[in-house]
T-cell receptor, first 114, second 111 residues
Framework: DGGITQSPKYLFRKEGQNVTLSCEQNLNHDAMYWYRQDPGQGLRLIYY???????QKGDIAEGYSVSREKKESFPLTVTSAQKNPTAFYLC?????????????FGEGSRLTVL | KQEVTQIPAALSVPEGENLVLNCSFTDSAIYNLQWFRQDPGKGLTSLLLIQSSQREQTSGRLNASLDKSSGRSTLYIAASQPGDSATYLC??????????WGAGTKLIIKP
């Protein structure tokens, strides 16, 4: 079945460590997104990519990095520079064009910094 | 700058009632509007997608309308059930292909 797969579902990290969250989609979508969600708050955009080898900063990109070497993959690295990384991270994708299509989400990755 | 607002922030109704959730946006230049559902600790599930040229979409007990000129969308849920309890979010794709999100409405359906 087509969809978006995020891994790991739960991740614990010590302060000062970098961690990478995986996001893979087999929907042949052009655009991919990373969002952060904190309790009781809406979604905030970290990074997005509309084409391979290109990505743009979102509203809260500081302390995060991404790559888009393949259309299917958009990994997010939470670096030690991110001061408050404990959050729920959501990856999404959709096709681009004048009639941009439905946005699909993964199940999310919950990161906890110990 | 496009802004999306959802009212109310929270809603609690008895089972069986019909209800309406609201989503408003400030700039009518959108490509589409999408309604999502999020259960606690889970990802988002797409409910309905309305393209800018459409007026409404229906799926089962859900009906979403779009009025671009007034910058409004409503999600109508008929015959609500406890399983409908979740947070409902709307998002628009603006003229720059940017997704702009509302903060969501937390819905509780009481048995």
């Amino acid at each position: 079945d087509g969809g978006i797969t995020q891994s790991p579902k739960y991740l614990f990290r010590k302060e000062g460590q970098n961690v990478t969250l995986s996001c893979e989609q087999n929907l042949n979508h052009d655009a991919m997104y990373w969002y952060r969600q904190d309790p009781g708050q809406g979604l905030r955009l970290i990074y997005y990519s509309q084409i391979v080898n290109d990505f743009q900063k979102g509203d809260i990109a500081e302390g995060y990095s991404v790559s888009r070497e393949k259309k299917e993959s958009f990994p997010l690295t939470v670096t030690s520079a991110q001061k408050n990384p404990t959050a729920f991270y959501l990856c999404a994708s959709n096709p681009l064009g004048p009639n941009t299509g439905e946005l699909f989400f993964g199940e999310g990755s919950r990161l906890t910094v110990l | 700058k496009q802004e999306v607002t959802q009212i109310p922030a929270a809603l609690s109704v008895p089972e069986g009632e019909n209800l309406v959730l609201n989503c408003s946006f400030t700039d009518s230049a959108i490509y589409n509007l999408q309604w999502f559902r999020q259960d606690p600790g889970k990802g988002l599930t797409s409910l309905l997608l309305i393209q800018s040229s459409q007026r409404e979409q229906t799926s089962g007990r859900l009906n979403a309308s779009l009025d671009k000129s007034s910058g409004r969308s409503t999600l109508y849920i008929a015959a609500s059930q406890p399983g409908d309890s979740a947070t409902y979010l709307c998002a628009v794709v603006d003229s720059n292909y940017q997704l702009i999100w509302g903060a969501g409405t937390k819905l509780i359906i009481k048995p």
